[in-house]
């Protein structure tokens, strides 16, 4: 038994089986994580070496080129880069697409411990720490904290308390406190106390990391007991420490209050903070691996609320809220999903011109949506942007086998005056190849996604399993439920005697319509038939003219671009100010403060969170303190009038107006950053080995740049060298006195940036004791010049003086300027490579054109530029790797076609009649290229889905043609008559499913609403591709059809291919009686009967 039979005569099995998918489905759904992307691991590893205060130049050359020649053996690398800042070797690792990045950070720790054997001895240096990178470890939530002036007790406050209570959310990963002012317990020594009584800083810091101390002793033993021995030495209270003994000399202690005062106060401040102007202190949350961003962001407010019912007086300022984001991000897609699904239904109404029909083909799309939710949940999936794209881009697939199937029932209950059940089943029966097929191709698509790697495989899998789920749901409702309720629920008395007679009586609005749609489309057909009969003799005009079309729009190609992804607009931007190298934090703080005025007096302007001394960005802030660098998170209304591309353009003109300033200030592009890691930049990068020689080359390509249109914050990423002030110490006269140079050095560093002794701890927390010199005593050289040294020879354990313990007083001080002198330089601040050699990049950030447009511009402004012997230029990784993904999306869409056209010659039982269909895929192309072109859209990956998209769809027509007029031919049409008249027929199908298929994806094509913008050009090429194909392939495919068939018979010596076309001669089509009389027909073989074939010529009257 066929399965059309099986699905009339057992109506509630079938019936059973799709609620249960349905049901599985609806409990999965509600389970479903909510995400703005699928989860994208990017293959890449981090070394991070952290020596305070060495600069960059020793860094690279003792850590950084070690670690890099190291890690460069580890197999699978695509890459190298490196970053050497003050005091920190950051190393990139990036391997190769599909490489297993866990064993790849096994590999590189084991290299970088190798590496570690050649790294000077200094006890300031940190073991190097090797981290994965993922794109989820950003901020979910940023606040801005205020309410208390005491910004010690506010930022200890939210340290202590808060942030603990807001980790306890589900989902939160870690809270981190940026900004403000850190509790620290100063030990401010007096060198003019230290000179007299003849002792060092270093001395001072001995003496207290020796007192603060707890100290287990052992076990006491009685009788009955033991007890264990601690020897308690903390100090209760910042008071203690100034009793602290430093030496003994002839009896008499000297402590640290007599050289020194201690303050419970705040270390110096290197960063402000502020929220719209007022001082605050940042509180960054950031999200577990894998967590649900909603429901987590949902936890976090549920115990905020908590804080604030706690903590009346603190106000929380949101300044950024990835949620926010995301929850419209899914809403918008879900909302176009349910527009394109209703307009798909309006299509239907309008050609099949009954209530019934159109929703027993409606069925289909929730039937099929719902069930998909259960796969989705099974795969490990999420509710994101990618997934619900995917869902809406099969709305209008989803009809299109039940349409196919529907149109065929009622055809033979028109054509043949079969009553519904048996209708029901020959007329499922007919199609069901054809049906099966043309839904396989579109899965077949698809199914080269799986196999590419990067990013485009890691984005768009998700994608692609959603749409095959969907239409292989969809393909299983149409041959089981369609012909199931057609045959309970369609009157075949209405079809019988003609549509348009049933209807001819209806005077209802609802009988109004359907009559105009019936007249509308019988005018469409006559004038189609009439066309198609004009195009038959004159062939070869129409295959040129559709190719002339097509040739013709290759000339818009260069006009389109192309780009790696579009850029999404989250109503949030980013301001980063670069001041002149050596501008100091005062100064930085005051520009900052006018741009942060500039910014707030914009309308559009909702909430500004800044920070002077360093860098900001929604991964927080950054771990390298700049004095001369200031930057803000800006959200904006979301009510506002104005574009967010239009609020940049106002607000750079005004920020660039800061004499200085060199503003750079971009939108907040989740998706851009979550699939570079933040680099959202074109980059021109100059190699080279001398750091002024290249510094000196950027500024040229600099100003080459500069005003290339479309790119905009043309920077470059290097700074003029840093003043320094650099000591140089005698070595040989040091070593006559008994001092090394890590004495020096490490003399001059606490004396400027303060030596942490020891962390005081007070109810379970603790707090850096450091000791330094008063602000006012190293201001300038001479108050260094004059430090007090003490030799290391004299030093016994835990450095106390040998003297010291024999109560004899200690020889006299040996002051810096006896052994060192000072002088002002220049230092490079940071130094990058990449693939082990040195490079700067200028970068710019592409504004309204496309990125392959930018980067013709530049190589052609770069032809002019004459570089050094030994330099060169390239453009950065990210525009490498989108070549990449586009070669391997190339390679998707040829992997398509050849599966496609196996398929389709496994059908046709033929080599050459592929081709016929195949053939309208470049018909397809053209309204595509003219949809982008006229969108102002470029190229990207998403626009890449769509053309596969619309492979399948294209063919799928192009089956339902080719197939209905081989049979007709088996039936004993000639071939003209076959092709004259199987057009025709298939002409509602057709237009209904092309056009379902495309009204369905016009909300996503308008890319109306935020985070839209990434399916917009996916969802234009199919509705461009749509258009042209489906009014071309109409015409160009039953044409080639002809001419292929002309060249089959010229193959086989002139015999006439009708003769043999090897196909089953018989269709199965059961009786009324066996359908409707035998309630165990499914159990019976024999009960239908095969239909006779069509005397040759007769005609069939056309719908």
Same mark, same amino acid.
């Given at each position: ?73 580890? #197999? ?58 993922? #794109? ?132 110096? &401040? ?22 649900? &961003? ?68 409606? =069925? ?7 069930? &998909? ?11 994101? !942007? ?307 020689? =290249? ?115 200690? #020889? ?113 192309? !053209? ?114 059809? &002809? =001419? ?60």
């Amino acid at each position: 038994m066929n399965i059309a039979a099986f699905s009339v005569t057992r109506p509630v099995a079938v019936t059973m089986r799709i609620l249960a998918l349905v049901l599985l489905g609806a409990v999965c759904y509600l389970r479903l994580p909510v995400d703005l992307l699928p989860n994208v691991s990017i293959p890449t590893v981090v070394v991070t070496t952290n020596w305070p205060n060495v600069a960059p130049e020793e860094i690279e050359t003792q850590i950084t080129r070690p670690l890099e020649r190291a890690v460069s053996s580890v #197999p699978g690398l695509a890459e190298v880069s490196s970053t050497t800042d003050e005091g920190v070797s950051r190393v990139r690792v990036q391997f190769q697409w599909g490489v297993d990045v866990g064993q790849g950070a096994v590999d590189i720790l084991q290299q970088v411990e190798r590496a570690k054997r050649s790294f000077p001895v200094d006890p300031t240096l940190e073991n190097p720490i090797v981290t994965k990178y993922d #794109p989820s470890q950003t901020p979910i939530l940023v606040y801005g904290v205020s309410g208390i002036s005491d910004t010690i007790r506010l930022r200890t406050l939210l340290d202590n308390d808060i942030a603990p209570v807001l980790e306890s959310a589900n989902g939160v990963a870690a809270v981190t406190v940026t900004g403000g002012e850190e509790r620290a317990v100063l030990v401010e020594v007096d060198p003019e106390a230290l000179r007299a009584r003849n002792l060092s800083l270093q001395q001072i810091s001995d003496a207290i990391g020796r007192e603060n101390l707890n100290v287990p002793g052992g076990i006491a033993r009685t009788s009955n007991t033991e007890l264990t021995i601690r020897s308690l030495g903390l100090f209760a209270s910042p008071d203690e420490i100034g009793a602290v003994p430093v030496v003994n000399v002839r009896g008499q202690a000297v402590r640290v209050r007599d050289v020194a005062t201690v303050r419970d106060a705040a270390a110096e &401040t290197r960063i402000y903070t502020r929220l719209n102007g007022e001082p605050a202190v940042g509180l960054s949350i950031v999200r577990q691996s894998g967590a649900n &961003t909603l429901s987590t962001v949902k936890d976090v407010l549920v115990k905020l609320e908590t804080v604030k019912k706690q903590y009346p007086e603190l106000k929380f300022g949101l300044a950024y809220d990835q949620s926010r984001f995301i929850g419209q991000s899914v809403s918008r897609v879900q909302e176009d999903g349910v527009i394109g699904a209703t307009l798909a239904v309006v299509i239907l109404l309008f050609f099949l011109r009954n209530v019934r029909s159109t929703l027993v083909v409606a =069925l289909s799309i929730p039937i099929s949506i719902i069930s &998909t939710f259960a796969l989705i949940y099974l795969c490990g999936f999420t509710l994101n !942007t990618m997934s619900l794209a995917g869902l809406a881009l099969a709305v209008g697939l989803i009809v299109d086998d039940a349409v196919v199937v529907l149109e065929n029932i009622f055809r033979h209950m028109e054509r043949d005056k079969k009553r519904a059940a048996e209708a029901a089943v020959s007329g499922t029966q007919e199609i069901l190849s054809a049906v099966v097929a043309s839904t396989v191709t579109i899965i077949i698509v698809f199914l080269p996604l799986l196999l590419i790697r990067g990013q485009a495989g890691q984005m768009f899998t998700q994608l692609a399993l959603v749409v095959i789920f969907s239409i292989a749901v969809s393909l299983l409702d149409a041959v089981t439920v369609v012909p199931m309720l057609a045959s309970r629920f369609i009157e075949s008395k209405a079809y019988q005697g003609g549509q348009d007679e049933a209807l001819k009586n209806d005077k209802s609005l609802l009988g109004r319509f359907f009559r105009f749609a019936g007249a509308k489309f019988d005018a469409l057909d006559t004038s189609y038939h009439r066309g198609l009969q004009w195009a038959l003799k004159h062939r070869w005009q129409v295959v040129g003219g559709a190719f002339g079309i097509t040739g013709a729009s290759c000339f818009l190609i260069p006009l389109i671009g192309t780009e790696l992804m579009p850029q999404t607009d989250s109503g949030d931007l980013q301001l980063r100010l670069k001041l002149p190298i050596g501008t100091s934090l005062a100064t930085t703080d005051a520009v900052m403060k006018q741009a942060e005025k500039i910014l707030a007096d914009n309308p559009n302007v909702e909430t500004v969170f800044s920070a002077a001394g360093t860098n900001l960005s929604i991964r927080g802030v950054g771990a390298t303190l700049d004095p001369n660098q200031g930057a803000a998170i800006v959200k904006l209304k979301p009510e506002r009038k104005s574009s967010t591309q239009d609020v940049i353009g106002e607000l750079r003109k005004k920020l660039s107006a800061i004499p200085g300033a060199n503003p750079n200030i971009t939108p907040i592009d989740l998706v851009t950053q979550t699939l570079t890691g933040g680099n959202q930049n074109i980059e021109v990068v100059i190699f080279g080995e001398s750091l002024e020689e =290249l510094a000196k080359q950027s500024k040229v390509v600099q100003e080459k740049l500069r005003d290339v249109r479309g790119l905009q914050n043309v920077d470059v990423n290097w700074q003029d060298a840093t003043p320094e002030l650099q000591w140089r110490v005698d070595r040989d006269k040091a070593t006559s006195l008994g001092l090394s140079f890590r004495n020096v050095a490490g003399t001059i560093n606490a004396a400027t940036n303060g030596n942490i002794a020891s962390y005081y701890q007070e109810n379970g927390y603790q707090y850096p004791i450091l000791v330094q010199l008063p602000e006012s005593r190293r201001k300038t050289v001479e108050d260094l010049l004059s430090l007090p040294l003490r030799p290391d020879l004299l030093a016994g354990n835990n450095g106390v003086l040998t003297g010291n313990l024999a109560g004899v007083a200690p #020889p006299p001080n040996i002051e810096l300027r006896q052994i060192a002198r000072a002088s002002r330089e220049t230092g490079p601040s940071e130094i990058t490579r990449l693939n082990r050699q040195r490079y700067i990049a200028v970068t710019g950030t592409p504004e309204g054109r496309s990125e392959s447009e930018i980067q013709d511009e530049i190589t052609q402004r770069m032809g002019s530029v004459k570089l050094p012997d030994g330099y060169r230029w390239d453009f950065g990784s990210a525009q490498k790797r989108r070549a990449e993904e586009f070669a391997g999306m190339g390679t998707a869409v040829f992997l398509a076609i050849a599966l496609i056209y196996m398929v389709l010659a496994s059908q046709f039982e033929s080599f050459i009649h592929p081709f016929t269909i195949l053939l309208s895929v470049p018909l397809a192309i !053209t309204g595509v290229i003219i949809a982008l072109f006229l969108s102002g859209r470029a190229f990207g990956l998403t626009a890449f889905i769509g053309v596969l998209l619309l492979v399948g769809i294209v063919v799928k027509n192009g089956i339902l043609l080719i197939d209905y007029t081989n049979q007709l031919r088996e039936r004993g049409r000639t071939r003209d008559e076959a092709v004259l008249e199987a057009s025709p027929t298939r002409l509602r199908p057709i237009l209904m499913t092309s056009l379902a298929a495309g009204f369905g994806m016009v909300p996503l094509a308008l890319g109306l609403g935020e985070g839209s913008e990434t399916q917009a050009p996916l969802a234009t090429a199919v509705v461009g591709g749509l258009t042209t194909s489906t009014v071309l392939t109409l015409f160009v495919v039953p044409v080639v059809y &002809t =001419l292929f068939d002309d060249l089959a018979r010229k193959l086989r010596g002139g015999k006439d291919a009708d003769k043999d076309l090897a196909r089953p001669p018989a269709i199965i089509e059961p009786s009324v009686e066996s359908v409707e009389r035998e309630p165990q027909y499914a159990g019976k073989s024999g009960a239908s009967e095969y239909a006779e074939p069509l005397p040759k010529g007769e005609p069939v009257e056309r719908r």
